[in-house]
């Protein structure tokens, strides 16, 4: 049986000129029977974590289901960045991507208080409370109504930390007035505000040539994206804030998902658990890859006072809960024993 196949930016740019009968609703079209492709857009590149779990996936997916299932990755923000793809996904042109909790925040609110800083104590903590539906109640099918999206579950981005051209630094008053570039989102500038630095929201494919340039004098992010993307090269002050345990959401266009046969969907399901499983896996032992990697290439590591940056943090927290809902949620994530 031969499965629909043609490009994503086929797909993409057919949507955008409204040259496609049906509209945008279903991205490459397949039947419940065929199966299809599933074009699944990505910024990172091909030797990150994210990308290798998806393509072991896609592979394991199409084993499991004779062929009918798979997935073709376009790394390195290909289809766009991620707060195009996202919504790509929720119009049908694209299927599948990896979207940062801190981009969902507009979405569902809960989404920025599972991205608040202090609140996981390891990435165990985190993957046992994103696995755990008692917890997250309906969070991860809360979009499908109003956008159409389903959430899979998550991936861990571990611990951010900030890294500057020029350093070192180790007090929140060392990044006044230093350009630090955050995410599109409301959470990451009160947080880098709280830390003392002067947050710039941008896309993180433009990272690198913004702080190459001057434009920014820094960014936060994993020591993982902190290699893959080579912002080592042209910022290589680490200070070892650990500021959050961030969270990437894999999301799926809710009629392709429902589209699926239930036999399918139970196979796609225990797959996605895998490849859950094996990203973790692959986080912790890449991590100190990516350190040792760093150091080797001539980063510095700095440990910060850390409780001046906890209590700016602290700070700002307590603004985040003073509303009701927003504690209940933190608390129960906090205390959370598993
Ligand atoms: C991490 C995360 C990405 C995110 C990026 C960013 O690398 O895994 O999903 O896009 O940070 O800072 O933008």
Known sequence: MTKPRFTAAAAVIACTLGLTATGCTYGLQGTPETGKTMI??????????????????????????????????????????QQETVQLVSEGSVDMVVASGTLLENLNRDF????????????????????DEEILGDLFTSLEEPNNL????????????????????TEPDDLNGQKIRV???????????????NPTPLSYAEVYTAIQSGVLDGAENNLISYMTTGHNVVAPHVALT??????????I??????????????????????????????????TEEAADDAEAQGSTFTEVDQQAFTDGLAEMLEDELADPEVRELFDRIQNYEG
């Open 150 to 169: 389903t959430v899979l579950g998550g991936f861990t981005q571990g611990e951010r930390h900030v890294y500057t051209k020029n350093g070192p630094f």
């Open 253 to 286: 266009n809710s009629e392709v998902f429902t589209g699926m046969t239930e036999e399918d969907r139970q196979t796609f399901l225990q797959e996605w658990q895998a490849t859950v499983d094996h990203h973790t896996q692959m986080w912790v032992e890449l």
């Open 112 to 131: 920025r208080t599972l991205a608040l800083p202090l609140l996981y104590e390891d990435i165990d903590h985190q993957m046992a409370v994103l696995s």
């Open 242 to 251: 650990a500021h959050q345990v961030g969270t990437d959401y894999v999301v």
């Open 40 to 81: 699944f857009a990505l910024d990172q590149a091909e030797d990150h974590p994210s990308y290798i779990a998806l393509e072991a996936f896609s592979d394991r997916l199409e084993d499991a289901t004779d062929g009918r299932w798979d997935i073709r990755v376009y790394p390195n923000a290909a289809l766009g960045n």
């Open 183 to 197: 995410q599109e989102s409301d959470l990451m500038i009160d947080m880098l505000s709280a830390m003392g630095s």
